[in-house]
């Protein structure tokens, strides 16, 4: 599958040595790890459907990010009628009806997620960049003289995902 990101959209924001198949392939890298983290992007067609399982247990279920439609709830291994509960996609959250009921330990929520292949392309053109500017040290301090500190990459791509999604991934 291509990747959202074309390495000539990539280029024109980004300057590196990289060759186009390597700069493809960390492209594909990073798109591949935002979608193991927070799901597949929705498509032109609108036709991309996430299943989550979500804890349950209160009045409310959080998927990870802002949905357009719930297209059905499973509730412990049962299927719960569109009437049972109000969707607030915006907010990634589906509430249980009637009011002040909760849902049941385990929920599958089927959901087409909003169309974010913009916000998609602006994390990964930061996450290609970051990875083009990390290096092995964290830190390193050479007779006093010199001194280089990096950042927490780790820390740094977490917030780049958070971003994107609603929940810690």
Not at 15 to 25: Q, R, Y
Not at 67 to 92: N, Q
């Amino acid at each position: 599958m291509a990747n959202l990101l074309s390495t000539a959209e990539c280029r024109s924001l980004i300057t590196s040595s990289k060759t186009d198949a390597e700069l493809d392939a960390m492209i594909a890298m990073v798109e591949t790890m935002i979608s193991n983290k927070i799901g597949a992007a929705q498509d032109e067609s609108g036709t991309v459907t996430i299943s989550e399982t979500v804890d349950g247990g209160d009045e409310h279920l959080f998927v990870k990010v802002a949905f357009s439609e719930v297209v059905s709830i499973t509730e412990d291994g049962t299927a719960v009628d569109s009437d049972d509960y109000r969707a607030w996609g915006k907010s990634g959250m589906v509430e249980r009806l009637p009011e002040g009921e909760e849902w049941g330990d385990v929920c599958v929520v089927t959901y087409k997620p909003v169309d974010q292949r913009t916000e998609r392309k602006v994390a990964t053109i930061n996450l290609v960049r970051l990875m083009l500017e990390r290096t092995a040290m964290v830190s390193e301090n050479v007779a006093g003289e010199y001194s280089s500190t990096a950042p927490d990459w780790d820390k740094a791509i977490k917030r780049e995902l958070k971003n994107l999604c609603f929940l810690e991934v």
